[in-house]
């Protein structure tokens, strides 16, 4: 199995930023892909910004320019750093892994989501 924990979120004012981190831990072959999502209240989740194991990114069109995707294969993390936080970004952010385990195969995982508010 995975776990995947984030940590970073919070109350920020507009035009602020914050850095979401997000740590792989559990018996695996490897991770693939490790992305970050976002739901806000009354609407679906969505991608917010994706990255490849090979470091190939790709963002939501609200995410350009502002968010920036990393991540450190050897640590098994994956971070996001927002900048220019808008209230429409407030939302419970979500940390997801594509895995391969010797149980599961080749699954996807969720972490539990931390609560970003962007307020004045």
């Known amino acids: 199995q995975v776990q995947l924990v984030e940590s970073g979120g919070g109350l920020v004012q507009p035009g602020g930023s914050l850095r979401l981190s997000c740590v792989a831990s559990g018996s695996f072959f490897s991770i693939n892909g490790m992305g970050w999502y976002r739901q806000a209240p009354g609407k679906q989740r969505e991608l917010v910004a994706f990255?490849?194991?090979?470091?190939?990114?790709n963002y939501a069109d609200s995410a350009k320019g502002r968010f920036t995707i990393s991540r450190d294969n050897a640590k098994n993390t994956v971070d996001l750093q927002m900048n220019s936080l808008k209230p429409e970004d407030t939302a419970v952010y979500y940390c997801?892994?594509?895995?391969?385990?010797?149980?599961?195969?080749?699954?996807?995982?969720w972490g539990q989501g931390t609560q970003v508010t962007v307020s004045s």
């Open positions: 997801n892994a594509v895995a391969l385990t010797a149980t599961m195969g080749l699954s996807q995982y």
């Open positions: 990255i490849s194991s090979a470091g190939t990114t």
